[in-house]
């Protein structure tokens, strides 16, 4: 089985081969070979041991925005698969009018603007609240609010487009 | 004797305090809004009882319910852990007239403690130091700069019913008191519901160091050491650890000393804290005192053996103290690590939601007060604390060792925690050094964090593992609680569109 | 100093050494038979060999094979835990003469004290009381008669090998001496290779009661206070306590230094641990010495303060003890329970298998050195203990109270376990006024166990919700993972099969 | 949703309907009526709270073998579902030459006896061993070995028919 696996901007090809034995694997990394005994203790949790060092590694939640945990590190990969390809398009496409962005979940205590006014660039645009902490949202540049998508008591989640300065 | 306790609080030290219960055989009665209605603290009381929606003040923060609840369900006592109503003097006062025990101080030793303004004039006459400055609120902007310009820049605005660092300002020049006197007001009225802010001089680079007292309602006090709670990011603390390493027990006694007058002047009964600044010469100043159970309570119960919330409760019986200040000895070091739902990397934002992933330590010193679960959904609705994660050893440096041992095999998915931060900070020199005041972590965190190692080909494989296992592995399913199948079976349970797809693209290449 | 430690063992005791390790900053090698590559000590390993197929005598007693897996891997030590090769006196010769540090005694020791009888001579040359009997292998039937007879019956037929209470008959008359010796014989041969039997007293209602020693490689040797092991079923510890409610300063004294006389006497280094019987007049009498970490150790460690398997590993480094006797205070009472996968509804045999729910206590004084998971399943080929659970208290009631508030938080599923029994015993009259002895358990459980009580309305009710939530239930999936789906989702969940049987079943009657 | 339900021998009449708000059910109960708010924790973990009375239960296992976990009680269930008739038919034909089971999962260590050889009541048939445990099974009755399933080596689960003695 044949993937492309992106990390930290590298991309690396992997060819996994099952080699016999349940778990175990002959893996072509970026065309070095490497055997790996790959078990999961539970969903989600894998016992990974490369000739001989044992490893723990951990999805952080499931494989819509993967990553896994490994000693210390949160890493997120990508691989070659639609969704993933979608991702990166999504991502191409945040140009023309700019996008105000929740920059963590919570709910709105205040819209500080109207639709169709002028703001200034860093105007404040709208406060959230999320676990006692309130953080009010600025205008990433000067122009005007093309669109307001929510209102004081909405709910939002982190990176939810609250409004669009065009 | 108490037959039943209503505990008016949520999370961790709801159950802490339901187990604590549990142990002195001791009906528990939880109250709960609709965003802890799976919380851990309704499933392990005896009893359980609804408040309301999901903000504080429509559910914990709901006193008249609250007692309501507690007469209903035939309870004799609440116990209000901390924050919410457990500093709430007028709550207190409505437990004990409706002959209802409130698990703490009596009403009328909050009040003479319980706004910081208020507990500087005890401290006055107990003869207790603390910051020059005033011990009244400050009328006017006008009246700061005066009161400012006798004790001297740089001086700190402070919220008198404040806590956490909120309606808290540094000033260091005359210009900035009138805008920063406006915003401690206003900020301290949206917290606090009270605008009285009052100002100090402020000490430079000093440790915050807190003295644990328990006090019995027949006039006997003891001091059970101190914790060292210098580690702090914007005034909320971190990390706690008892004992200090700078205090000798020659320091120790004369806190402990002076914080047992205070809490007898005041005529205080059960649990207290009372923090101090202490400066690099070892000189302490009173800060305020925390009319309940702290949170970092837990590092002073592994050092000196007792459990604290016990104690609250045998006090709150009217109970002698079951020891002496001779009694009480410390053995060994603790630390304790504020697990909070933050992104140290997004500028600690908050990061609630659902715990997708938890691995959770144990074994040998490791303690965990812990309020959550795989599969809880951490709400938005109250503070970001998870988890207490507490090491103890037989020396600092082993009980620093252990904690990262412990942090290592702690793993929290679906949300962002501070889990990163601690290993950052117990690995710092300063910090091994015990080189830290409360300026401490916001300068380590104004250093670039140190650059993230190559991971190597480990986390790739890792990576083409999950996708290879992907049909088996959709969120919380359990079918690849297994060896990832392979060969024929593998590419059989490989979804179609997936395959193809991977066709396709690998067919793309030459 | 120490750079990388292979752990000879798996299960609960393998992955608290790996703790122990990474604390003292040593990297882990485990060492995993086939039935125990998911094993959480291989999962928090730093590196993990395969030793072979699950019996014991194919991988974790291979002593060749782990001793060329610590050459290769680079390991300059061998932490033998306990149980396996943990008192093999020719591995740890083995391991001296290929230059790799054996975690333990020094072989010459090993064998001094290994066979219960050599330890009976060692016992009498230092000056130890012991049970009369006979200190050498009885050679036949007849000679066991003689010295029975001198020493007057009721007698105790023990493998010299022996441990776990194999190889053991109690003899109260001549006659049944013979077969008793031929059984006692044949048992130990199959169990430890060794057909040595020997004879000594029987001692009536003893207390077992053992001394926990450390001794360093220059000559000083400490004692960490006693363990009360009392509670045994078929002489296999259950549930053991430190310290002994019954051992005076004195008697602890007094058993202390004997048990370091006799260490010292036969070159003993590292942790070992003297049992001994003592009878209802405070008369103690040796009965064995354990050359090896023991399953009980954390007791210790709990009221000591100490940890037991870092001294190891400082003693195996060549370092002196970092203590002297006077430093050794005990605080606090600590209760060990023994988790056994086994059916004490089923005379309690084993019930190995899968581990389908598992829910484990926490917070304040409660500590879990566990080797289980969810979704781990326990092997048939090893011993049956699935977890130790120890909770440390200020009192002995307070610590039986605090256990038991532990055990309310616990549930296994999928297999049977023991679980139950300790909350039988821990509310027994007779083990909260500690009236107990070796035979104690046994006795209690010959009694009629507790009528249970009537469950009420509430598992019904719960039944039918699982029921109801069955679809959404089938064995590990997540999917019901909310509130029971109700109304119109429900039925439209449920499956057509079910639905159709039910309307059928409900149909069928008035 | 009606249902019967079998604890203790005594079978109930349970009717769950939903009471508008998720989680929340009146239950009639052999005809009582009861209030309940039952939320799963998670899988098989259920958080039921009775007229303010708060239980948690577990589910053992899985439904194939219904049991739970309630306070300090294994409690064991049927519900009148086609798998459970089958089972009490399963158990109530257990008539006829008598089996022999396995007391527990295990290996076999030994087998004592022949097929077809005449056995007397309490005599050893086969030896079986699990963890370090060594268990003789005996002859239910004086007979004949008219079956033997099992040799040396095999691993047994627990209730597995080893022989059967007519």
Redesign the interface.
């Known amino acids: 089985m044949k993937l492309e696996i992106e990390i930290d901007g590298k991309t690396h090809r992997v060819d996994l081969n099952p080699a016999g034995e349940p778990g175990r694997w002959t893996v072509q990394l970026d065309g070095q070979p490497v055997e790996a005994d790959a078990h999961f203790i539970r969903p989600g949790v894998l016992s990974l041991l490369l000739e001989g060092r044992a490893h723990r590694i951990v999805l952080d939640a499931d494989l819509a925005e993967p990553a896994l945990h490994l000693d210390e590190h949160r890493i997120a990969w990508q691989a070659d698969d639609p969704r993933s390809f979608q991702r990166r398009r999504r991502h191409a496409a945040a140009h023309g009018p700019v996008t105000l962005k929740a920059s963590m979940p919570g709910r709105i205590v205040r819209v500080l603007v109207e639709r169709g006014a002028p703001v200034a660039a860093h105007q404040g645009i709208v406060v959230i609240e999320a676990m006692k902490m309130q953080n009010e949202l600025k205008s990433p540049k000067e122009g005007r609010v093309a669109e307001l998508r929510v209102m004081a008591g909405d709910t939002v989640a982190s990176g939810q487009i609250l409004a669009v300065i065009e | 004797m108490l037959q039943k306790i209503l505990i008016a609080n949520r999370g961790e030290i709801a159950?802490?305090i339901i187990?604590?219960c549990?142990?002195?055989?001791i009906a528990a009665v939880?109250v709960y809004s609709d965003a802890d209605?799976?919380g851990l603290h309704?499933?392990?009381?005896?009893?359980?009882?609804r408040l309301g929606p999901a903000p504080a003040v429509d559910s914990y923060l709901r006193g008249n319910l609250i007692l309501d609840i507690a007469r209903r369900?035939g309870a004799d006592a609440i116990h209000p852990g901390y924050g919410f109503l457990s500093e709430n003097a007028d709550f207190a006062q409505a437990c004990e007239e409706s002959g209802i025990k409130f698990i703490g101080p009596p009403a009328s030793a909050m009040r003479a403690l319980g706004t910081k303004t208020n507990a500087r004039q005890v401290a006055d006459e107990a003869g207790m130091p603390r910051t020059p400055g005033c011990v009244h609120g400050l009328a006017s902007p006008e009246e700061a700069a005066d009161v400012a310009q006798a004790v001297g820049y740089p001086v700190m605005l402070k919220a008198a019913a404040g806590g956490g660092g909120k309606g808290m300002r540094a000033v260091s020049r005359p210009e900035d008191l009138a805008s920063a006197f406006v915003a401690a007001q206003s900020e301290a009225e949206r917290a606090f519901g009270s605008d009285e802010v009052y100002l100090e001089k402020l000490i430079e680079r000093p440790r915050h160091i807190e003295i644990q007292v328990l006090a019995d309602e027949h006039g006997h006090c003891v001091y059970l050491g101190e914790r060292e709670c210098s580690v702090q990011r914007r005034h909320q603390k971190v990390i706690e650890e008892a004992p200090s390493p700078v205090v000798s027990p020659d320091l120790r006694r004369r806190m402990g000393e002076a914080a047992v007058r205070l809490a007898l002047s005041a005529g205080y009964a059960n649990a207290g804290t009372i923090e101090f600044l202490v400066d690099d010469d070892q000189n302490f100043y009173f800060l305020e005192m925390n009319t309940r159970l702290q949170v970092e309570h837990?590092v002073t119960?592994l050092v000196t053996?007792?459990?604290l919330?016990?104690l609250q409760i045998q006090i709150a019986q009217g109970e002698p103290l079951p020891f002496t200040q001779s009694d009480v000895?410390l053995?060994?070091h603790a630390i304790e690590c504020r697990v909070y739902?933050?992104?140290p990397d997004?500028?600690f934002?908050?990061?609630?939601?659902?715990i997708?992933?938890l691995?959770q330590p144990?074994?040998?010193?490791?303690?965990?007060?812990?309020g959550i679960?795989?599969?809880w959904v951490v709400p938005?609705?109250?503070?970001?604390m998870l988890s207490k994660l507490i090491a103890f050893?037989?020396t600092r440096e082993?009980a620093i060792?252990?904690m990262?041992?412990a942090?290592?095999?702690y793993?929290i998915?679906?949300i962002r925690t501070n889990?990163?931060l601690f290993?950052r900070i117990l690995r710092d020199d300063d910090f091994s050094a015990a080189r830290i005041h409360t300026g401490y972590l916001d300068r380590l965190l104004a250093e670039p964090a140190p650059a993230?190692t190559e991971?190597g080909?480990?986390?790739?494989?890792?990576?083409?593992?999950?996708?290879?296992?992907?049909p088996a592995?959709?969120?919380?399913?359990?079918?690849?609680?297994?060896?990832?199948?392979?060969?024929s079976s593998?590419?059989g349970s490989r979804s179609g569109?997936?395959s193809a797809?991977?066709t396709a693209?690998?067919g793309g290449r030459p």
């Open positions: 159950l802490r187990r604590a549990h142990e002195l055989n939880a209605r799976a309704v499933l392990e009381a005896d009893e359980a009882y369900s837990p119960e053996g007792y459990d919330v016990h000895h053995r060994g739902a933050e992104d997004n500028n934002m908050p990061s609630p939601g659902r997708a992933r691995l144990g074994g040998p010193g490791i303690r965990e007060d812990c679960y795989e599969g938005m609705d109250y503070d970001p050893a037989p082993l060792a252990r990262l041992r942090l290592d095999e793993v998915g679906g889990l990163g290993r993230s991971h080909p480990t986390p790739v494989i890792a990576a083409a593992l999950f996708e290879a296992a992907r592995v959709p969120p919380g399913n359990g079918n690849c609680a297994g060896t990832a199948n392979n060969g593998k590419s569109w997936k797809a991977r693209a690998l």
